[in-house]
């Protein structure tokens, strides 16, 4: 059939409609695939107030002051989980000091026992002792504020072993208003610190500034693994609780861990806005020794693999540089390392 011209005319309408309909249905489509993929995350400190290879009170009052403030420039929230001992391990009303500044930046304190110690070397009652001993500072710090003590972090993330011992130890926290943070992305940030520490106080500036640059991209890769699981097992992306640790080497990195987090479309919110997801209200139900992360514990109890294949551990030198300044005391710098660059 010959086409005349209005034919012409009606026939370019109705394919440029199509066209106008198809690229709005597509701009809807990303929209709603861009909104699926934005995430939250709630960022935990634990080892309060710092943990560091050689104490030093500077040292440790630096690395508060610059993670407080680093926190506070992205407007990203976070808990802190103390252990009282190591209140005594220096100055004790300068330790206190560094517990009030998370406070008074608007942040949460929580309880991570007073030694951290393991439950499996303790027993459910000395246990359940170490964590009652842990909580009078803040709690008081707490109260000051019209602020409750709520939330508990298990050292080395071990619950407790068998099982009646777990539950125990379940059963004081509960009746101690006391509600379990749990761990949905590790990235072994205390396995970079200790190296990033001896490096600092080496003055060696080329090994200090390697393991920066390998622990932010194990950092990042790590987070994308545990969104790879979160999708293996629940189909979605679930609200995250990030485990950190107070340290020279997360103070000196926020600014890039801020990066990070955007980049894989992690907001950052509350503790409680983050366990607001349902995915926590399916508790944990692993048994045993080791102090895995809750992904995994979801994972054994579902029967559903996560994506171990492309699981990686940090990097051979970094483990090894870690039990070098670990296991041979004998090596360790004698002086704390330098507050500051
Ligand atoms: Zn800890």
Same mark, same amino acid.
């Given at each position: 059939m010959r086409a005349t011209g209005r034919t012409v005319l009606r026939d370019a309408r109705r394919w440029a409609m199509a066209l106008i309909a198809l690229v709005f249905c597509g701009v809807l489509?990303?929209?709603? #695939?861009? *909104?699926?993929?934005?995430?939250?995350v709630a960022l935990t400190f634990d080892d309060l107030p710092g943990l560091s290879l050689v104490p030093d009170q500077p040292y440790l009052n630096y690395l508060?002051?610059?993670l407080l403030r680093g926190l506070k420039r992205h407007h990203m929230p976070a808990t802190g989980f103390v252990n009282e001992s190591k209140l005594d391990m220096i100055?004790? $009303?300068?330790?206190?000091?560094?517990?009030?500044? &998370?406070?008074?930046?608007g942040f949460d304190l929580g309880n991570h026992t007073f030694s951290h110690d393991s439950p499996d070397e303790l027993g459910a009652a000395g246990y359940i002792a170490?964590?009652?001993?842990?909580? $009078?500072? !803040?709690?008081?710090? @707490?109260?000051a504020r019209h602020r409750s003590l709520s939330w508990f972090r298990h050292p080395y993330l071990e619950t407790g072993f068998p099982e009646a011992v777990k539950l125990e130890?379940?059963?004081?926290?509960?009746?101690?208003?006391? *509600? #379990?943070? $749990?761990? !949905?992305? +590790?990235?072994?940030? &205390?396995e970079f610190a200790e190296p990033y520490d001896d490096a600092l106080s080496r003055h060696d500036e080329a090994r200090r500034l390697r393991i920066r640059r390998q622990y932010l991209a194990y950092t990042e890769r790590t987070i994308a693994w545990y969104q790879s699981a979160s999708t293996a097992l629940f189909g979605r992306q679930i609200a995250y609780v990030m485990l950190l640790h107070a340290t020279r080497l997360n103070a000196d990195c926020i600014d890039d861990l801020a990066d990070?987090?955007?980049?894989?479309? @992690?907001?950052?919110?509350? @503790?409680?806005?983050?366990?607001?997801?349902? #995915?926590?209200?399916?508790?944990?139900?692993y048994v045993g020794h080791d102090g895995v992360a809750w992904l995994e514990r979801w994972s054994e109890a579902r029967h559903r693999d996560l994506p171990w294949a492309s699981w990686q551990d940090p990097p051979k030198d970094i483990v090894e540089?870690? +039990?070098? !300044?670990?296991?041979?005391?004998? +090596?360790? $710098?004698?002086?704390?390392p330098p507050v500051g660059r």
């Open positions: 489509a990303s929209g709603a #695939v861009a *909104r699926a993929e934005e995430g939250r508060n002051d610059m100055d004790r $009303p300068q330790q206190i000091a560094n517990l009030q500044k &998370w406070l008074d930046a170490d964590i009652a001993r842990g909580e $009078p500072v !803040t709690r008081g710090l @707490l109260a130890i379940n059963r004081w926290l509960e009746a101690h208003g006391y *509600r #379990v943070a $749990p761990v !949905t992305i +590790d990235a072994d940030d &205390w990070i987090l955007k980049r894989r479309h @992690l907001k950052p919110v509350r @503790l409680d806005q983050a366990m607001a997801d349902p #995915v926590y209200r399916l508790g944990d139900p540089e870690y +039990d070098r !300044t670990n296991n041979d005391r004998r +090596d360790l $710098p004698a002086k704390a």
